[in-house]
Nanobody, 128 residues
Framework: VQLQASGGGLVQAGGSLRLSCTAS????????MGWFRQAPGKEREFVAA????????HYADSVKDRFTISRDNAKNTVYLQMNSLNPEDTAVYYC??????????????????????WGEGTLVTVSS
């Protein structure tokens, strides 16, 4: 599966952005999807994930209640709605996909970066 992220840009603190990740390839709707980010000088970190079966979601504590991950299987697209952005959210955001599924997978393995397919990132810059 090939992944293309978009929607990044410059936003002021307190603002919102919605990232999109469009997948190509077969059986997209049977992939768990995840978002990760990497800030300058820092390691890549987990942001959010959504399973393909029951639609279970999991979030990093740093974005919980501010970010929402969702998917539209008809459009082969996963979204990351980001609200109440702050400068600490500045990073390159990457989407990823994996055919594994289940609550244990998205809450334990995905945050460790355990996904097989990765797309190019999209830059989000939050100004203070």
């Amino acid at each position: 599966v090939q992944l293309q992220a978009s929607g990044g840009g410059l936003v002021q603190a307190g603002g919102s952005l919605r990232l999109s990740c469009t997948a190509s390839g077969r059986t997209y709707n049977r992939y768990t999807m995840g978002w990760f980010r990497q800030a300058p000088g820092k390691e890549r970190e987990f942001v959010a994930a959504i399973s393909w079966s029951e639609g279970s979601t999991h979030y990093a504590d740093s974005v919980k209640d501010r970010f929402t991950i969702s998917r539209d299987n008809a459009k082969n697209t996963v979204y990351l709605q980001m609200n109440s952005l702050n400068p600490e959210d500045t990073a390159v955001y990457y989407c990823a996909a994996d055919p594994r599924n289940g609550r244990y997978y998205i809450s334990i393995l995905v945050p460790r970066g355990g996904m097989d397919y990765w797309g190019e990132g999209t830059l989000v810059t939050v100004s203070s």
